[in-house]
Nanobody, 123 residues
Framework: QPQLMESGGDSVQAGGSLRLSCAASGTTFSTYVMAWFHQAPGKEREGVAAIDNDGVINYADSVKGRFTISKNRAKNPAYLLMNNLTLEDTGMFYC?????????????????WGQGTQVTVVS
């Protein structure tokens, strides 16, 4: 059974940075689409960054210029570097993957999800 597990969440001051990692087991995710989703308290889960098999990257407007997604063939197939964090970035961040996604920032495109990692941005 393919599994994903996020790590790297923490409490950080506004303007700070964090790097999230997504570890995989049960299958090789190196050829899969990898994505990161954010769920703020009381809100729906939203796609923030995704990278497909061809290396094409898609970012939500809210994180362009601040977040960087990367993908490799190692045990941790996806990272999310988050710079200049704001209070609005507080919430759970989830790693998601699947063999294909038409719209890489849509949650219902993905069958494989991690449990999430908490990011708290404080002023």
């Amino acid at each position: 059974q393919p599994q994903l597990m996020e790590s790297g969440g923490d409490s950080v001051q506004a303007g700070g940075s964090l790097r999230l990692s997504c570890a995989a087991s049960g299958t090789t995710f190196s050829t899969y689409v990898m994505a990161w989703f954010h769920q703020a308290p009381g809100k729906e889960r939203e796609g923030v960054a995704a990278i497909d098999n061809d290396g094409v990257i898609n970012y939500a407007d809210s994180v362009k210029g601040r977040f960087t997604i990367s993908k490799n063939r190692a045990k941790n197939p996806a990272y999310l570097l988050m710079n200049n964090l704001t209070l609005e970035d507080t919430g759970m961040f989830y790693c998601a993957s699947d063999s294909y996604a038409e719209d890489t920032l849509r949650a219902d495109e993905y069958n494989y999800w991690g449990q999430g990692t908490q990011v708290t941005v404080v002023s």
